[in-house]
């Protein structure tokens, strides 16, 4: 006989949980769950933003190596020759130059292959070999609404980064450094250069004279110790000063002589965005006045938090440095622009920033600064 049914209490030892317990465990339950899916959306986010800055990495990374190619190889002497500058653009159609993109062109000793593709025979291999090359930053979209790349968006700030190159004996072509080369629109002869990549935010270009101090950072000014952010091999004046400041000559260039004058060092920076993270960005909740250093946006949390950070908002780079909820506190005009009104509405750009930094193989660095 199973007595144990029939002793006192059986019964309720047998009954199911109560209520209190089953809220408790509900609610234990549904904190280990959100506490699951925080550590998943966790994952995902810190995967895609690893997955952004990889992809943009690689994005600057294979702008960056093909460019310091073309530097490490640059020719000397009297047949060399090397010209940077800043150009301005209308990108808004209201007939002011607002946007400012750097322009580079260079002599480089070329190799055999790059000789024959160029139309050289065999026998004509025994010439100085060089070859002339020229890159440039357009922006994706003009004045007129146009794009200068098929099937780009209406992103006034971003640019497309195009290179071309020629020998400087070809008589089908004009030479890079020809005035008329480019035209008043900023814009090369058709089919000149082709198309690197796009969503280029910015691409700075700085200089070494025989005075700068690398050490320093790299700042850009009027000092001996400062790099210079234009270069004309020749000092011709060929940088037009009067549409940049940033066009001036820096202020430890050597005198010309019978050979092209060359930089001890370069430094190039890179900074994109693509299309789909542009989609992700946030917008100022409020208009802002070119003396405001203070931004209202409407995400906080899609500001770089960063203190040194970068943003850009119409032709006008600022620099963060402290971000608060919604409120984020900016150093006004970086990057050579001029602090300017923005509507509400306008975009926040940011990307990443690479830096290809590169000593020149005919410059002896005998300075120890």
């Given amino acids: 006989m199973m007595v144990h049914r029939f002793l006192p209490g059986t019964e309720r030892r047998r009954r199911g949980f109560t209520l209190v317990e089953v809220i408790l465990a509900l609610g234990l339950f549904s904190m280990l769950m959100v506490a699951v899916f925080q550590l998943l959306q966790g994952s995902l986010d810190l995967w895609n933003r690893s997955e952004t800055r990889r992809n943009l990495v ?38 002011l130059r607002e946007k400012y993109w750097p322009r580079l062109r260079l002599v480089r000793q070329a190799t055999e292959a790059e000789l024959l593709r160029g139309g050289m025979t065999p026998a004509d291999l025994h010439g100085p070999g060089l070859l002339e090359v020229a890159w440039a930053v357009l922006p994706l979209v003009d004045a007129s609404g146009s794009s200068s790349k098929s099937g780009g968006s209406t992103a006034r700030a971003e640019g ?12 089908l072509g004009m030479s890079f450094f020809e005035p008329g080369f480019f035209a008043r629109s900023g814009r090369p002869a058709g089919g000149a250069l082709e198309e690197v990549s796009g969503g280029l935010l910015w691409m700075g270009m700085f200089f070494a004279t025989q005075t700068s101090s690398v050490r320093a950072g790299w700042e ?15 000092q011709r004046g060929r940088p037009a000063a009067d549409v940049h400041p940033w066009n001036e000559a820096g202020a430890g260039m050597p005198r010309a002589s019978s050979v092209v004058t060359l930089p001890r060092r370069v430094r190039v920076e890179f900074e994109f965005e693509r299309e789909k993270d542009r989609r992700r960005r946030t917008r100022l909740a409020r208009l802002i006045e070119a003396g405001d250093a203070q931004l209202t946006v409407e995400e906080g949390e899609r500001v770089p938090a960063r203190s040194g950070s970068f943003v850009l908002i119409g032709a006008e780079w600022m620099e963060v440095i402290s971000r608060s909820g919604r409120r984020v506190s900016v150093r006004r005009g970086r990057r050579g622009t001029t602090p300017v009104q923005h509507a509400e509405g306008s975009l926040v750009h940011h990307g990443l920033t690479t830096v290809v930094e590169l000593p020149i193989a005919l410059y002896r660095e005998d300075w120890n600064l």
Avoid at 160 to 171: H, S
Avoid at 220 to 232: K, M, N, Q, R, V
């Fill in 220 to 234: 850009s000014g009027p000092e001996l110790w400062h790099a210079a952010t234009s270069w004309d091999g020749w």
């Fill in 58 to 95: 690689d994005q600057a990374t294979s702008a960056g190596e093909l460019l310091a190619q073309d530097l490490r190889a640059l020719a000397g002497g009297a047949h060399g020759d090397l010209l940077a500058e800043w150009v301005p653009f209308d990108t808004d159609g209201d007939g």
């Fill in 160 to 171: 497309v980064l195009w290179r071309g190159d020629r020998l400087p004996d070809d008589p």
